[in-house]
């Protein structure tokens, strides 16, 4: 089953199935704002995040910053 289809089959919530940035801050609230506990960059887009993060994570390497690089396909 693929990521999406798992989204669309769980059940309904407050009648929506439509994912917004407004519920994810309300899911991200209700889970204490985990993204605030740790400085990060989400880089998103079509063509080009490899790239981008590996650039990133260099400048930020050189400018002596322990750096954590996590990138997927999905």
Do not use: Y
């Not at 590996?54 to 400018?63: E, N, Y």
Request: glycine letters at 10%; one cysteine or more.
């Amino acid at each position: 089953m693929s990521a999406i289809s798992r989204l669309e089959s769980l059940p309904l919530w407050d009648g929506k199935k439509a994912f917004t940035i407004d519920r994810a801050l309300h899911l991200f609230q209700i889970l204490g704002n985990p993204q605030d506990t740790f400085p990060s960059i989400h880089i998103a887009g079509s063509n080009g995040k490899g790239s981008t993060c590996a650039q990133l994570a260099s400048i930020f390497r050189a400018d002596g910053k322990n750096v954590g690089l996590s990138t997927s396909p999905h």
